[in-house]
């Protein structure tokens, strides 16, 4: 893969919850890292050990104490997380959270590819749109497209994160961000998503971050993965050497 500039870079991040107390937590410590455009990256590591808490700084859910944080060389750092969803996309790990329980499925999309209509949009209707949105469904193959006018409420949960996971990359962000998004699923269904996942990155040749607890998701999507350890990037490889990454390798690593 030919690096140009990163889409993303973050030097020096650094997060301290509960300062100056007995509860005090150095969660980020100097996390300084490069994302390069169409890198699909797997974060690993355990419980508390800063990888939600790194995510919410890139999206902008959370303040950093020290730190830059750049999209396309520009600093974003104090930027809010309204503002950086111009960059950023996100998909969360409870499927209610990246959809609108009452409206349908196409006002949903509608909402996704047009942030820039009002509360009054409801009852738009677009026959070129609607036809678009019907095709990108159908192409998730879940048969999503036959409840196109549904309440996305009705829908199963591998259902609703698809349609998450499309709404989150209709207007193709410059990163997207995976937050656990398949963890609420059951088993075949969580696979599901996750082919679909690795799909639509290669197609729409997106830059993603992925958060993940499954270390065979890890090792098996993805051309970059990263451990975080202790508020800190303890691994990170790529191309042959992710490849010869074994399971138990990483196990171990969890283990020191």
Do not use: C
């Not at 959370?62 to 104090?78: A, F, N, Y």
């Not at 349908?104 to 738009?124: C, H, I, P, T």
């Not at 036959?146 to 949960?157: E, F, Q, R």
């Not at 830059?207 to 990263?226: E, F, K, V």
């Amino acid at each position: 893969m030919i690096k140009n500039n990163p889409v993303l870079e973050l030097k020096g991040l650094q997060k301290i919850f509960f300062p100056g107390t007995v509860n005090q937590r150095h969660i980020l410590k100097n996390i300084d890292l490069k994302v390069y455009p169409g890198e699909f990256i797997s974060i690993i590591g355990n419980n508390g050990a800063g990888k939600s808490t790194l995510i919410n700084a890139i999206a902008g859910a959370l303040k950093v104490d020290k730190g830059e944080i750049e999209i396309l060389g520009q600093t974003i750092t104090k930027t809010n997380i309204r503002k950086r969803a111009n960059w950023i996309a996100r998909v969360f790990q409870d499927p209610k959270l990246g959809t609108a329980d009452q409206l349908s499925v196409y006002e949903n999309m509608v909402l996704a590819d047009d942030k820039q209509l009002s509360d009054y949009f409801k009852g738009y209707d677009n026959t070129k749109k609607r036809t678009q949105f019907a095709s990108r469904l159908a192409a998730l193959d879940m048969g999503i497209e036959a409840h196109i006018d549904t309440p996305v409420k009705y829908l199963s949960g591998g259902q609703r994160q698809a349609l998450s996971l499309l709404m989150a990359i209709i207007r193709k962000p410059q990163l997207l961000l995976l937050d656990e998004h398949t963890a609420a699923l059951d088993p075949k269904t969580s696979q599901t998503v996750m082919e679909l996942t690795a799909q639509l990155i290669e197609q729409e040749r997106l830059t993603a971050l992925m958060i993940t607890h499954d270390i065979d998701d890890a090792l098996a999507y993805g051309n970059r993965l990263i451990m975080v350890q202790d508020g800190q990037i303890k691994l990170d490889v790529q191309g042959a050497e992710k490849a010869h990454l074994l399971k138990a390798d990483l196990i171990k690593m969890f283990a020191i």
